[in-house]
């Protein structure tokens, strides 16, 4: 039987969307479902044209229930893998996937972490710390934002005149290119 992720995502998706290429044919690992908790989240459509199922969830859902916890045990997943997902991992999901979690965030951590740091407020305040070197983090998550053990980090640098634009952009390569084999390096050594 093939290994199974579920992708958490709140936004576009574009790392999704290379995680689902990039397992499309794999003999070994497929993704089981993607969850967001927003229902008008690009990466809904992402799932849908790769045809993955998708569940969408609120709060309540997701902070006061074993809805989720449940909805993964039945489905098999081996590995979830949050892609851009904004809010904090429960612990009775925690408990139920230790070590078995797993982050990207858009800064080399431990600088740039923490609650409200995503997307562009990293690149922000990258840019605002006249930071000479820019990177992405590959990490297991735990009970806080961004402190898990890390898995793996790679730099871009950053040149006086670039711009949000240019250092999302210069990171995002590096999230695309690294993301999925790591995912699919931590996976294989999972045993089913
Ligand atoms: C990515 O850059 C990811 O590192 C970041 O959100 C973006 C999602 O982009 N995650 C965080 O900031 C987590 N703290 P995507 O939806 O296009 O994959």
């Given at each position: 039987m093939k290994k199974r992720i579920a992708i958490f995502a709140s936004g576009s998706g574009s790392n999704a969307q290379k995680l689902m290429e990039h397992f499309k044919r794999s003999p070994e690992v497929e993704i089981a479902l993607v969850l967001t908790n927003n229902p008008d989240a690009y990466v809904l459509q992402r799932a849908d044209n790769f045809e993955i199922p998708s569940h969408i969830f609120d709060r309540n859902e997701f902070y006061h229930t074993d809805h989720i916890v449940n909805l993964l045990k039945n489905l098999e997943v081996d590995l979830i893998v949050l892609a851009g997902f904004?809010?904090?991992?429960?612990?009775?999901?925690?408990?139920?996937?230790?070590?078995?979690?797993?982050?990207?965030?858009?800064?080399?951590?431990?600088?740039?972490?923490?609650?409200?740091?995503?997307?562009?407020?990293?690149?922000?305040?990258?840019?605002?710390?006249?930071?000479?070197?820019?990177?992405?983090?590959?990490?297991?998550?735990?009970?806080?934002?961004?402190?898990?053990?890390?898995?793996?980090?790679?730099?871009?640098?950053?040149?006086?005149?670039?711009?949000?634009?240019?250092?999302?952009?210069?990171?995002?390569?590096?999230?695309?290119?690294?993301?999925?084999?790591?995912?699919?390096?931590?996976?294989?050594?999972?045993?089913?």
């Amino acid at each position: 039987m093939k290994k199974r992720i579920a992708i958490f995502a709140s936004g576009s998706g574009s790392n999704a969307q290379k995680l689902m290429e990039h397992f499309k044919r794999s003999p070994e690992v497929e993704i089981a479902l993607v969850l967001t908790n927003n229902p008008d989240a690009y990466v809904l459509q992402r799932a849908d044209n790769f045809e993955i199922p998708s569940h969408i969830f609120d709060r309540n859902e997701f902070y006061h229930t074993d809805h989720i916890v449940n909805l993964l045990k039945n489905l098999e997943v081996d590995l979830i893998v949050l892609a851009g997902f904004l809010w904090l991992i429960p612990k009775n999901l925690l408990h139920e996937y230790p070590g078995r979690i797993i982050n990207i965030h858009p800064a080399l951590l431990p600088k740039f972490g923490g609650k409200g740091m995503y997307g562009d407020h990293v690149h922000l305040a990258v840019l605002e710390a006249k930071e000479t070197e820019g990177g992405i983090t590959i990490h297991y998550v735990n009970e806080n934002y961004d402190e898990g053990e890390y898995i793996y980090q790679a730099k871009y640098r950053i040149d006086k005149e670039d711009n949000l634009e240019l250092i999302k952009f210069k990171g995002q390569q590096l999230e695309h290119l690294h993301y999925p084999r790591i995912v699919e390096t931590i996976i294989k050594k999972i045993k089913k």
